[in-house]
């Protein structure tokens, strides 16, 4: 579990074929205190450290995980939002994020407005039903409000607002029209959509 408070920027320093596609990442953590087999989440997609060295964690990444998650997301150069897994005790600061990506956005628009960028996020209809204005969404891994939302004839798009501090300790400083993100709806938006198509097959 996580609570998509970004920790810290990584950076894809390799990516090569090796039965899955194996990643190493720079990073800042103190990898002394990571132990092999424990879950970061990186960019909102939760990987189990397979190998690490002094500033470095690498991690395996499945063809089904390739075929889940944003386009580009698993090249050399890559940075990704990193968060280690929560622990019992922990402040929980953003919402419950479990690190398995729910579907692919696009980013539409980007804009400033105050000292903020207004974020426009288009979502395809199996999302549209289980995002809500108020409500959480986790985006590339950094759990955000929704601030609006309104329904596309594809989908829908999602009215977010990225203060400086987020942009500043994540991501979000390279967001750019175009561009593809995970998206992870809230977990308890994910029990009402399976209890929903349960009911429709009563």
Known sequence: ?????????????????????????????????????????????????????????????????????????WTQGRRLNLERALKLGDELGGHIVTGHVDGIGTVVDVREEGGSHRVTIEAGKDLAPYVAAKGSITVDGVSLTVNDVADTADGVHLMLNIIPHTAEVTTFADLKQGQAVNLEIDVLARYLQRMEALRAKA
């Open 1 to 73: 579990m996580f609570t998509g408070i970004v920790t810290d920027i990584g950076t894809i320093t390799q990516a090569h074929q090796q039965g899955d596609l194996r990643v190493r990442v720079s990073t800042s953590y103190d990898t002394d205190g990571i132990d092999l087999g424990a879950s970061v989440s990186c960019s909102g997609v939760c990987l189990t450290v397979v190998d690490k060295g002094p500033g470095e964690l690498a991690f395996d990444v499945s063809n089904e995980t390739i075929s889940r998650t944003a386009a580009d997301q």
